[in-house]
C-alpha cells in the first residue's frame, strides 16, 4: 500500500523545470479498502482426523510353517491338542488380539491375550495363505473386530471380511 501511494505522490509532482505550487495529495483512506468485520461468533470449528491401522503379526502353523521362529533346542514332549470349535463372540476386542495361525483354507486362528484362540472363517473368496504375514485392521470407534461388519487386510493386498468367529477349545488327544 505504501508503494502505490509513493507511486502517486512521484507522478503527481512537478518536474524540477516548473515551479508550481506543491499541493498537498489527495486523501489515501479512497484507496484503502475498509478492514472487514469481525465474525460473528467467536468460535471457529477444527476438524481433526485420526486413523489407527493394527498389525497383527503371524505365528507359526502347518500352513505358513516358513514364518516360524527358530526352534529351541531342548524341547519337552508335548503333548497332542485337537481343537475343538464352539460358539464363540459376535466381537473381539482388537487390542486382545496378540497374534494369528493360517488354521484351514477360508480361516484363520486369532491367539488373545487371555491365551483364546478364535476361529475367523473368512467371506468367500477369501484364503487363510493370504495371511501367512499377519494382517492388519483399521480401527474403529467401539474398538471392536465384529463378525459381519469389519475387514481384515492380509499384508499381501487381499481383504477379507469376517464371516463368522468359533472358539477353539483345547481336547487332548490320545496316542493310540
Avoid at 36 to 52: F, R
Wanted: proline share 10%; charged share 25%.
Amino acid at each position: 500500500m505504501l508503494t502505490a501511494a509513493a507511486l502517486l505522490i512521484a507522478a503527481a509532482a512537478p518536474s524540477a523545470d516548473t515551479e508550481l505550487p506543491i499541493a498537498p495529495p489527495e486523501s489515501l483512506t479512497g484507496i484503502v479498502p475498509p478492514m472487514s468485520a469481525p465474525p460473528a461468533s467467536p468460535y471457529w470449528q477444527v476438524v481433526i482426523e485420526q486413523q489407527l491401522i493394527i498389525r497383527v503379526p503371524a505365528q507359526r502353523s502347518p500352513l505358513n510353517n516358513f514364518a516360524a521362529r527358530p526352534a529351541p533346542q531342548l524341547r519337552l514332549r508335548e503333548q497332542p491338542v485337537e481343537w475343538k470349535e464352539k460358539k464363540g463372540p459376535k466381537c473381539v476386542a482388537m487390542r486382545n488380539i496378540m497374534g494369528m495361525q493360517a488354521a484351514q483354507g477360508d480361516s484363520i486362528d486369532l491367539i488373545t491375550r487371555q491365551k483364546q484362540r478364535l476361529r475367523a472363517q473368512l467371506n468367500r473368496g477369501c484364503r487363510a495363505l493370504d495371511f501367512y504375514a499377519g494382517f492388519y485392521m483399521q480401527g474403529n470407534k467401539d474398538g471392536q473386530l465384529c463378525e459381519g461388519r469389519d475387514e481384515i487386510h492380509a499384508r499381501t493386498g487381499a481383504k477379507c471380511e469376517v464371516n463368522k468367529f468359533r472358539l477353539m477349545v483345547p481336547v487332548p488327544r490320545d496316542d493310540d
